[in-house]
């Protein structure tokens, strides 16, 4: 009687990090050396981005502390290198390292946001669509079949250039970021509408929301207070998933030359300025951003996959 007093008395958020500790999930992550390692690396590329501003060792954007003589220094350990630039500079004399940072700032903002935006729209046409059905059920779904059939990088880049078309250019170059948010994110929502519709389908006709129509609950309100929750577990495996597409076809399109523009660039940027150089033996202007692009979305993967797992009963 006294141990269940004392568990009584524990404040509500160390009772729920105790169940959260006690979880399966936790458990599945725990016991995966690979999945710890990638939440290590992961957390690592988020903190050195967000905390760019305080971590990084210079200010590539600020020109006042750039120096031309200081451009193609190679990295520290090779000949002619310097401690003061660890991985080098590129052809404006900018520290390789701090425009990583820097860099992967606007990779993961435009990744993170472009998921948020593809996640909400989605999940709201498929609970829609899945629980009004009829004429409307069948329109959405008609216009996820035909935006199928096109490329999403395709998409992506007709987005972009109706954008330029249609500002002028020193509005576009401000807005850009906005722009490939909307552009990424309309190319990913159909995969949360297919999948957030299936699962509407099945939810709408068990016996709490039966009970919920009896008692008078608009449908709003049981779509949002009932059916969502229960139909979000496979939505968060497809965002961690997409988050890793996401900050690739950011990447793609600004090596192609249609992301944000070389004063504010992302690692796409860097690894098309990094290109030119590449043939000339300056190999680390675009080795380093592509591997630090490659870590970064083989990390999230990897998490991906592990919480695909995790959250299939099926395989416990």
């Known amino acids: 009687m006294a141990t269940t007093s004392r568990d009584l008395a524990r404040p509500p958020t160390r009772n729920a990090l105790r169940r959260a500790l006690d979880s399966d999930i936790f458990y599945s992550f725990r016991r995966s050396p690979v999945v710890v390692a990638a939440a290590i690396v992961t957390l690592i590329c988020f903190i050195g981005a967000v905390c760019a501003p305080w971590l990084a060792p210079h200010n590539p954007f600020d ?5 031309l003589i200081d451009a193609f220094t190679p990295p520290a350990w090779m000949d002619e290198g310097t401690r003061k630039f660890l991985l080098g500079t590129d052809d404006q004399g900018r520290d390789v390292l701090s ?9 993961l903002a435009v990744g993170f946001f472009s998921v948020l935006f593809a996640m909400t729209l989605g999940v709201s046409l498929g609970l829609i669509s899945g629980y009004v059905g009829g004429a409307l059920d069948a329109f959405i779904m008609r216009v996820a079949d035909v935006q199928l059939s096109f490329p999403a990088i395709l998409i992506a880049l007709l987005i972009d250039g109706l954008a330029r078309t249609t500002l002028p250019r020193d509005v576009h170059d401000r807005v850009i970021v906005y722009v ?28 709490y929301v039966q009970a919920a129509r009896v008692i008078g609950r608009h449908p709003v309100a049981i779509m949002a207070r009932h059916v969502l929750p229960n139909v979000m577990g496979p939505v968060l495996v497809i965002a961690t998933i997409n988050l890793a597409i996401a900050i690739l076809t950011e990447a793609t399109l ?26 000339s033996g300056e190999w680390w202007i675009t080795i380093f951003p592509g591997a630090a692009l490659v870590v970064m979305v083989l990390a999230v993967n990897l998490l991906g996959d592990w919480l695909r797992d995790a959250l299939n009963p099926k395989l416990r």
């Not at 020109?63 to 120096?67: D, G, V, W």
């Not at 425009?99 to 990779?107: C, E, K, L, V």
């Open 63 to 67: 020109l006042k502390t750039l120096n």
């Open 99 to 107: 425009t990583i940072m820097y860099g992967a700032r606007i990779s």
């Open 180 to 207: 490939l948010i909307l552009a990424i994110g309309i190319t990913g929502w159909v995969q949360y509408a297919r999948t957030v519709r299936g699962s509407t389908l099945v939810e709408k006709n068990k016996e």
């Open 254 to 279: 600004s090596f192609l030359g249609v992301g944000v523009p070389p004063t504010q660039p992302s690692l796409g940027t860097l690894i098309r300025v990094g290109n030119d150089f590449l043939f």
